[in-house]
């Protein structure tokens, strides 16, 4: 079973019930004169550092990456083997999509996209069946079997950040249809035929998240960090929600008070609270933190 028509059920689910405490607040944009809502069971979110993953010229050390990647996988689907996860989560005879995003100042590192696809062919998935795209995703993805999603967070001039919610927008023909509202509906994409149940795993990339920033394409080194993270869950919005949380952190210790996001991350409620695709509010997401705490800001 996969996300959306429900998200990947992991092995934990089917041995026992979460353990992880909260985090305990609501995070996003309220949706007015919500009616009925569906109860949902609690996501569950690894975070998990590295302080070496990020070499002393900036390059991301591969090797460390990979591991990153097995034991975040292997602790989210309690299994000890990362191929056996890794075939939990896809069967030989699909064609696996790997959504990336290229954006020159902060694209998917080539170390983690490699990562994958060798997780991805250790379970017998043929690498002509392994394909990766960002901008021409709506062609080159569309008939995909399974779809691994993975991009680095960043502030986001309309949609207040960008994230794995977000990074689905070029499935769609026309994405600036999908701007209006502060990109609330961003979360409508996920439940297209082109992606709908498809998607298997979800890796936010907080290795050096941009945390601040103005203007339609803004970058400035002077507001990205070693964070030396990733994130991964079946669920998209609980990981924006938790990445939101860690900039609004670092965004409040670097200016010394409170700096919101501006705009405000509408998207992720309402990918929630209207369009069903995940979980947003801290309280319902189970976080299991891994590796280094320095500074972990959560």
Not at 181 to 197: E, H, K, Q, T
Not at 243 to 255: Q, T, Y
Not at 268 to 274: G, L, Q, V, Y
Request: charged share 30%; glycine share 8%; net charge positive.
């Amino acid at each position: 079973m996969t996300m959306n028509d429900c998200r990947v059920i992991t092995r934990r689910d089917f041995i026992r019930g979460t353990t992880c405490a909260g985090l305990g607040a609501t995070i996003g944009f309220p949706l007015e004169a919500e009616e009925n809502p569906i109860p949902q069971k609690r996501a569950r979110v690894i975070l998990i550092r590295d302080e070496k993953v990020i070499k002393e010229h900036g390059e991301i050390d591969g090797k460390i990456i990979r591991q990153m990647l097995e034991k975040a996988l292997t602790a989210f689907l309690d299994e000890k083997d990362p191929v056996k996860a890794w075939k939990f989560l896809v069967k030989q005879n699909d064609t696996v999509g790997i959504k990336s995003n290229v954006w020159k100042y902060l694209p998917t590192p080539e170390p983690l996209e490699k990562a994958i696809m060798k997780g991805l062919v250790q379970t017998g998935i043929e690498p002509r069946k392994i394909r990766i795209d960002d901008r021409g995703a709506r062609n080159s993805l569309a008939d995909c079997t399974a779809l691994i999603n993975a991009r680095p967070l960043r502030t986001h001039h309309w949609a207040g950040v960008g994230g794995c919610i977000k990074n689905y927008i070029m499935f769609v023909p026309e994405p600036s249809a999908y701007h209006g509202d502060i990109c609330a509906d961003l979360g409508a994409i996920w439940n297209l035929p082109i992606v709908r149940g498809k998607t298997r795993l979800n890796i936010l990339v907080m290795l050096t998240p941009l945390f601040y920033g103005r203007g339609p394409h803004h970058f400035n080194r002077k507001y990205v960090w070693n964070y030396n993270a990733l994130l991964l869950s079946d669920d998209p919005v609980a990981l924006d929600a938790v990445g939101v949380h860690i900039l609004e952190r670092k965004r409040k210790l670097f200016f010394g008070e409170e700096r919101p996001l501006k705009p405000l991350t509408k998207h992720i409620t309402f990918a929630d609270r209207k369009h069903r695709i995940g979980t947003s509010d801290l309280s319902r997401i189970h976080l299991i933190k891994l590796g280094w705490e320095k500074d972990i800001l959560i």
